[in-house]
């Protein structure tokens, strides 16, 4: 399975972004999928995950911002990014919360003060 993230940007804090994940393959519609987040100098971090049947989960300091979802038709999962902060500032990547597949190469998210 590849994973291939796109949507990322450049945006002022207060702004919005939604990423999207697409997974080649059939297999997708089997797992809990993830979006992780990787800051320049610290480790990958899961900050939201799906499950099979859309049951969502947050770490805190997204939670009540960010929004999970996914299109299991269409392989794909989704991260709507509301009231950005600097600190969301990282590069986005989603795969299955055990980390089962390849890591694409990420989308990179720059939030502006």
């Known amino acids: 399975v590849q994973l291939q993230a796109s949507g990322g940007g450049l945006v002022q804090a207060g702004g919005s972004l939604r990423v999207s994940c697409a997974a080649s393959?059939?297999?997708?519609?089997?797992?809990?999928m993830g979006w992780f987040r990787q800051a320049p100098g610290k480790q990958r971090l899961l900050v939201a995950r799906?499950?099979?049947?859309?049951?969502?989960g947050y770490t805190d300091s997204v939670k009540g911002r960010f929004t999970i979802s996914r299109d299991n038709a269409k392989n794909t999962v989704y991260l709507q990014m509301n009231s950005l902060k600097p600190e969301d500032t990282a590069i986005y990547y989603c795969?299955?919360?055990?980390?089962?597949?390849?890591w694409g190469q990420g989308t990179l998210v720059t939030v502006s003060s």
């Open positions: 795969n299955t919360i055990s980390s089962s597949f390849s």
């Open positions: 393959g059939s297999t997708f519609g089997r797992y809990t």
């Open positions: 799906v499950s099979v049947t859309g049951v969502t």
